[in-house]
């Protein structure tokens, strides 16, 4: 990689160079005097935390914001982005995080959407085949995308990127939605890209890759670029503190102490699809016991939402043994009648799910509570007792150490992290003898991720039975005592941690193994 | 080239609270350019249609008389709109309230005594609710839409009211006027002050109920219920909250207020039933909740700035001769400008001047052939 390196700076100009990039939100600086060179041929790394800053300056690159100052240029050139479609014709392509995707068309009519309106669509198709074999990216441009699995909408995403023949590939966060074996695959289709002489801006926070695949790095924290690095030269750690700011210590996880006594369990839930593209669940059968913590892993999108729901009682099943709550039959009971079982629950998304966004922290600790703590928050004629409500909400405040800029702020004026302390410690408060997580840190910092995960594995340790659904394998070797893993639909067996490896797991992920459903009724 | 509304990245609190205050002064602007434009002296029309109606007592008296409706409806309407409701069809709930109501005193005229005002305003809430109970079943069980239904149903009210008058509780000894008999004293409101006008105790009705409903939205649980289902039904249905519930609580709610708007109407200000008991209060209500900011205590001042214009539209008719329908236009504008002060504040207009086919918005834009045109 010396060799690429010398050889961008000896070969002419850059590619892209960006001198002091600014964007200013009211008062917030998302980007802040950013510089920026990519070489040819490189394959260049944004890194950074949730909120840093690296998505307001990919927009930027790409046209979708206009930068308040700064200098864009392109091969030597100062340039204005002013649309997505300019910095098409430049030979900027991008891969967004979040797919824009039609799923009830094919992949060839989702690729033609994006291309000139009089190229045919057997053309596209054939190109786009062409194209994705060539890549070891292989893509069925016949299929529709409600039936693809979300590495092959990727695909679809990168080969619609890839037909415009572009320079400069910008791909953001791509991994976070793919199996350990689906990110080695991509890998190499990258470094096959690099080999041809195209330059690659890679987006992530997962340090791991960006050493394993990056020639070089540059750093975002807080809308201010804080370094420049070879993230080859550089391990885990000396990266992650570039990006916090600070040491981040894992979680501890003290030695397991099931009871043995279950406090969930699930026993053959199945689910029938609740829309056109929402995934059936298959004959579930899960325990969880007193003392720990379980993990669910799995690709987005293989019905832990779903899942969710059944648990929750969101969704209500028609059989009432299908989930027994500390040994009572809860299936057909709603989420109240559950929590006051003493189970809670933390959906995956905060705003609108677990947050009314617009309502006062105070008034959203109600949303959760107002049943199971019913004589201290409710008074007679259903009067809702606000001093007891805002005592309750500035005792989770300080407990969960929740940063807010008023006394008692709407739900959507707290970042993400804040907001997901406080859901959690909102539960966590009432001490629930069941805690259901979804997603528990997913676009959290890295400091308050740290200190959730923390107080879910003291939650367990103290005789509680926590279940955790999670995209992060990191997150869940870290606080699982056993991971089970979720694919379409179905659930594998739990695998306990010493046995747990991260093969395995991507493995399971990646749909390997079916048939084991039935094993895990006899362990439970 | 096409217009664009750009959500806000903040709202100014200042301009939010002003909003109505706006709206009112952009109504008044419209409504002199309206009166020039129709060759009268817009300030002198203007005159006559908002102050010369507040300066004698017994005008303040029918001031009471028209607001009261209009504030008992938009209240039970706030409930139903915070909840996010649409209960299009309180005109419909005012006239079966009303019709209800007057069964006693209309059928039983022989029934008299004090139970009779107390059992009428009860049948007035019963017969708001039970109509309005219809497009929150039609809604619950076959998803229609509730703001095509409860919109349909005033027009089965209107003539379900027009048949009955005309035909089988058309008064015996009225010589076939289409109206019913005269309610016996029993069966009338009371005049609040009745050396002064005729305002009745339908104003009281209107402000005890802006407060009670106020206590409900803002200090109950059931408030609390109503805001979250409303603002993030997700979120409600996380607390455990029932939609299906809810739809029937604010539709059952608003359509009561409104039946007890409809029998305080035909028991105080007109004594009988005619073929037409409201100049479209259930219509003009839905200004008056959002023109109060869906704010039970707003409305209350919402409530009297529409009566004047009823007043206005009868003062400026008899004094400078135009239509009385210059009242509906000015309650359109109010509207209007009340809905476009709102969006502004949360939006800003943005003009695009060429269409770009191929950003990465094509996909979406693609979605929505009718866009493409500009």
Same mark, same amino acid.
């Given at each position: 990689m010396v060799f690429v390196q010398s050889s961008a700076e000896t070969a002419g100009p850059n590619l892209l160079e960006v001198r002091g990039l600014t964007k200013i939100f009211g008062t917030l600086k998302a980007c802040d005097g950013v510089d920026l060179t990519i070489a040819k041929g490189e394959i260049h790394a944004l890194l950074g935390e949730n909120g840093a800053g690296k998505s307001t300056l990919v927009k930027m690159l790409f046209g979708s914001l206009e930068p308040n100052d700064g200098v864009i240029s392109w091969n030597g050139e100062p340039v204005t982005i002013a649309s997505p479609s300019m910095a098409k014709k430049l030979g900027i392509g991008m891969v967004f995080q979040h797919f824009s995707l039609f799923e009830a068309l094919t992949a060839a009519e989702n690729i033609a959407l994006s291309l000139q309106a009089d190229t045919p669509l057997s053309t596209i198709s054939a190109k786009a085949r062409a194209l994705s074999y060539s890549y070891g990216l292989p893509l069925d441009p016949e299929a529709l995308v409600g039936d693809l699995s979300v590495g092959e909408r990727q695909r679809i995403e990168i080969i619609r990127c890839l037909l415009q023949t572009p320079d400069l590939i910008i791909l953001d966060e791509p991994t976070s939605v793919l199996t350990p074996q689906e990110a080695d695959k991509l890998f190499e289709t990258l470094e096959r890209l690099r080999a041809e002489g195209k330059s690659i801006l890679y987006i992530s926070h997962r340090l791991d890759e960006v050493r394993r695949l990056c020639d070089r790095a540059t750093i975002m924290r807080h809308g201010k670029v804080v370094g420049h690095c070879d993230p080859r030269q550089e391990t885990p750690s000396s990266l992650a503190r570039m990006m916090v700011g600070s040491e981040v210590k894992n979680a501890e996880r003290p030695p397991s102490a099931a009871s043995g006594e279950e406090i969930l369990?699930?026993?053959?839930? /199945?689910?029938?699809?609740?829309?056109?593209?929402? +995934?059936p669940l298959k004959n579930i059968w899960l325990s969880v016991r007193?003392?720990?913590?379980?993990?669910?892993?799995?690709?987005?999108?293989?019905?832990?939402?779903?899942?969710?729901?059944?648990?929750?009682?969101?969704?209500?099943?028609?059989?009432?043994?299908?989930?027994?709550?500390?040994?009572?039959?809860?299936?057909?009971?709603?989420?109240?009648?559950?929590?006051?079982?003493?189970?809670?629950?933390?959906?995956?998304?905060?705003?609108?799910?677990?947050?009314?966004?617009?309502?006062? !922290?105070?008034?959203? !600790?109600?949303?959760?509570?107002?049943?199971?703590?019913?004589?201290?928050?409710?008074?007679?004629?259903?009067?809702?007792?606000?001093?007891?409500?805002?005592s309750a909400a500035q005792r989770i405040i300080?407990? +969960?150490?929740?940063?807010?800029?008023?006394?008692?702020?709407?739900?959507?004026?707290? /970042?993400?992290?804040?907001?997901?302390?406080?859901?959690?410690?909102?539960?966590?408060?009432?001490?629930?003898?069941?805690?259901?997580?979804?997603?528990?840190?997913?676009?959290?910092?890295?400091?308050?991720?740290?200190?959730i995960r923390q107080a879910l594995i003291e939650l367990a340790r103290g005789g509680s039975a926590v279940l955790v659904i999670s995209q992060d394998l990191d997150e869940l070797f870290e606080m699982s005592d056993a991971i089970a893993v +979720?694919?379409?639909?179905?659930? /594998?067996?739990?695998?306990?941690?010493?046995?747990?490896?991260?093969?395995?797991?991507?493995?399971?992920m990646g749909g390997a193994e079916p048939g084991h459903v039935h094993v895990s009724a006899e362990t439970a | 080239?096409?217009?664009?509304?750009?959500?806000?990245?903040?709202?100014?609190? !200042?301009?939010?609270?002003?909003?109505?205050?706006?709206?009112?002064?952009?109504?008044?602007?419209?409504?002199?350019?309206?009166?020039?434009?129709?060759?009268?002296?817009p300030f002198e029309a203007l005159y006559y249609y908002f102050v010369d109606p507040l300066r004698e007592l017994w005008s303040l008296h029918e001031l009471a008389i028209k607001a009261a409706p209009l504030i008992i409806i938009a209240v039970g309407l706030s409930v139903c709109y915070l909840s996010n409701n649409w209960n299009i069809g309180a005109e419909g709930q005012f006239i079966m309230g009303g019709i209800l109501g007057s069964m006693l005193p209309v059928l039983f005229p022989t029934f008299q005594g004090p139970l009779v005002l107390p059992l009428m305003l009860l049948m007035g809430l019963i017969g708001g609710a039970a109509y309005?109970?219809?497009?929150?079943?039609?809604?619950?069980?076959?998803?229609?839409?509730?703001?095509?239904?409860?919109?349909?149903?005033?027009?089965?009210?209107?003539?379900?009211?027009?048949?009955?008058?005309?035909?089988?509780?058309?008064?015996?000894?009225?010589?076939?006027?289409?109206?019913?008999? &005269?309610?016996?004293?029993?069966?009338v409101l009371p005049e609040l002050f009745p050396a002064d006008g005729r305002a009745n105790l339908g104003i009281v009705f209107a402000i005890v109920a802006a407060i009670l409903v106020w206590l409900l939205? /803002?200090?109950?649980?059931?408030?609390?219920?109503? &805001?979250?289902?409303?603002?993030?039904?997700?979120?409600?249905?996380?607390?455990?909250?029932?939609?299906?519930?809810?739809?029937?609580f604010a539709f059952m709610l608003s359509g009561a207020l409104a039946g007890l708007a409809g029998i305080s109407e035909v028991s105080g200000a007109i004594g009988q039933l005619r073929p037409t008991i409201s100049p479209g209060y259930g219509f003009a209500a839905i200004i008056v909740a959002f023109l109060g900011r869906l704010n039970p205590l707003g409305i209350i001042a919402a409530g009297f700035v529409l009566a004047l214009t009823y007043l206005g539209g009868e003062a400026a008719q008899i004094s400078i001769g135009v239509s009385d329908k210059v009242a509906r236009v000015f309650q359109g504008m109010l509207l209007f400008f009340v809905l476009g002060c709102d969006t502004l504040i949360h939006y800003r207009i943005r003009l695009v001047r060429s269409a770009l086919k191929s950003d990465a918005a094509a996909v979406a834009k693609a979605a929505e052939p009718a866009s493409e045109g500009a």
């Open positions: 369990g699930i026993c053959g839930l /199945s689910r029938k699809p609740a829309g056109p593209f929402s +995934m007193a003392g720990e913590v379980l993990g669910i892993a799995g690709v987005a999108g293989n019905g832990q939402g779903e899942f969710f729901e059944a648990v929750s009682g969101e969704a209500r099943q028609e059989a009432g043994d299908a989930i027994r709550i500390r040994g009572q039959q809860a299936g057909r009971l709603g989420i109240s009648a559950r929590r006051l079982l003493g189970a809670a629950f933390v959906p995956e998304e905060r705003l609108g799910h677990g947050a009314a966004p617009r309502m006062k !922290l105070s008034e959203n !600790l109600l949303l959760s509570r107002h049943r199971t703590d019913r004589k201290a928050f409710i008074g007679t004629g259903g009067f809702v007792k606000s001093g007891a409500i805002q300080k407990a +969960m150490d929740v940063r807010k800029s008023a006394p008692d702020p709407e739900a959507a004026a707290l /970042s993400g992290g804040n907001l997901q302390k406080f859901i959690i410690g909102r539960e966590l408060d009432r001490q629930p003898a069941l805690m259901v997580v979804n997603q528990p840190t997913w676009g959290v910092d890295a400091g308050a991720a740290a200190r +979720m694919h379409n639909g179905e659930l /594998s067996k739990p695998i306990p941690i010493a046995e747990a490896t991260l093969e395995k797991i991507g493995l399971l | 080239m096409r217009l664009e509304l750009v959500k806000r990245p903040q709202q100014s609190t !200042l301009f939010a609270a002003i909003s109505p205050l706006i709206a009112l002064g952009l109504t008044l602007v419209a409504g002199a350019i309206v009166f020039a434009m129709l060759g009268e002296n309005a109970a219809i497009p929150a079943i039609l809604k619950t069980r076959f998803n229609t839409n509730e703001i095509l239904t409860s919109l349909m149903l005033v027009y089965v009210a209107q003539f379900f009211l027009d048949w009955l008058v005309r035909g089988p509780w058309r008064n015996p000894e009225g010589n076939n006027f289409p109206e019913t008999r &005269r309610f016996h004293p029993d069966a939205v /803002s200090r109950t649980l059931k408030g609390f219920e109503v &805001r979250v289902l409303g603002a993030s039904p997700r979120a409600g249905r996380f607390a455990g909250f029932g939609t299906t519930k809810m739809v029937f």
